[in-house]
Nanobody
Framework: QVQLVESGGGLVQPGGSLRLSCVAS????SGWEMRWYRQAPGKERE????????????TFLDSAKGRFTISRDNAKNTLYLQMNSLKPEDTAVYYC?????????WGQGIQVTVSS
């Protein structure tokens, strides 16, 4: 079955960096658009960025532009989110996501906390 497993989160000081990873299995990773979402406490889940099968990217969050970079390694079935210059408002649970023609799948989520 489809599985998405995130890793790389944790506690980081403001201005620091983290790289999130999402290892995919159960489907042909290289053929599908992938997305990162996040959900902060008390807020709705919001889309962060997407990457096409060919590597084209789009960042949805204005606050993330210039700081976050989405990428993928199709040989490793892995999606990445490089986050630099982190701010306390980036604190959230981050999820990877894939939508197929008739279904979709979420990872379990990974906590990112930005605090001094």
């Amino acid at each position: 079955q489809v599985q998405l497993v995130e890793s790389g989160g944790g506690l980081v000081q403001p201005g620091g960096s983290l790289r999130l990873s999402c290892v995919a299995s159960g489907f042909t990773f290289s053929g599908w658009e992938m997305r990162w979402y996040r959900q902060a406490p008390g807020k709705e889940r919001e889309a962060v960025a997407l990457i096409t099968p060919a590597g084209g990217t789009s960042t949805f969050l204005d606050s993330a532009k210039g700081r976050f970079t989405i990428s993928r390694d199709n040989a490793k079935n892995t999606l990445y989110l490089q986050m630099n210059s982190l701010k306390p408002e980036d604190t959230a649970v981050y999820y990877c996501y894939v939508r197929f023609r008739t279904s979709s799948a979420w990872g379990q989520g990974i906590q990112v906390t930005v605090s001094s």
